[in-house]
């Protein structure tokens, strides 16, 4: 037999065993990932409610009460960003699934010590105008409801922005709070208040120009703000 023609031989032998190797990783991948899967749906079973097979708020209060967190925790809102959960308060078995496979965790005690890994995640700048308008429709809780009323506006303001732009926050739902002609805050505004913080110098508010595609809100604030800022030197 030729050196050329033992090759031949030695390759074709050795195929059906590299093949029987592969089929095997992947059975033993395809078990783990079954696995883990079970556990994902074990553990959603002890917050579903039994008759919509959903986890509904009394569930969620009871996951935050497991993960020893408040439900007012911004990271509750970022594991149902995650989750790219549709209904607030509410999560299905689905997006429950979603969410735990991308973080990679099948218990409580995983899932736990996941949270200071997602807020990074969600507080990094490719990440968090996707966040921060994921929230903003995550709160709309009605079907077809495209604004958020002042004071969802104001309490959401705070939880998502506040640790980036505190001051800056605080002085919007100031505004808010003191006038009348908006009762609501719908995601132009919302995203745009966003691109504020972030271009407009503050407090000066030298830079702003109204002249710019600001939206008329911030127009309006930005008066607000200097005429009391007039007041307060006069």
Do not use: H
Not at 78 to 105: C, H, S
């Amino acid at each position: 037999m030729t050196r050329a023609s033992k090759r031949k031989s030695d390759d074709q032998n050795s195929t059906p065993i590299k093949t029987a190797r592969v089929d095997s990783v992947r059975s033993a991948s395809s078990k783990a990932a079954k696995k883990v899967e079970e556990r994902i749906d074990e553990l959603y079973t002890k917050y579903v409610n039994q008759s919509s097979c959903v986890i509904e708020p009394e569930g969620v209060e009871a996951l935050c009460s497991d993960l020893k967190v408040d439900c007012t925790d911004v990271r509750i809102l970022m594991l149902a960003w995650k989750m790219n959960a549709q209904k607030q308060g509410y999560f299905t078995q689905d997006e429950w699934r979603r969410g735990l496979k991308t973080l990679k965790v099948d218990t409580i005690t995983k899932l736990k010590k996941s949270l200071p890994e997602l807020e990074k995640e969600a507080l990094k700048s490719e990440n968090f105008v996707n966040f921060y308008r994921y929230a903003f429709r995550y709160c709309l809780t009605e079907d077809n409801k495209k604004c958020l009323d002042i004071e969802t506006a104001c309490v959401l303001l705070q939880l998502v922005l506040g640790v980036r732009y505190q001051a800056q926050v605080d002085s919007f739902i100031t505004f808010l709070k003191s006038q009348s002609e908006y009762k609501v805050i719908n995601m132009d505004q919302w995203t745009n208040f966003f691109r504020f913080c972030q271009e407009i110098s503050f407090p000066d508010l030298n830079n702003y120009d109204s002249d710019e595609a600001w939206p008329l809100i911030l127009d309006n604030y930005v008066d607000w703000t200097k005429r009391r800022d007039n007041v307060a030197t006069a």
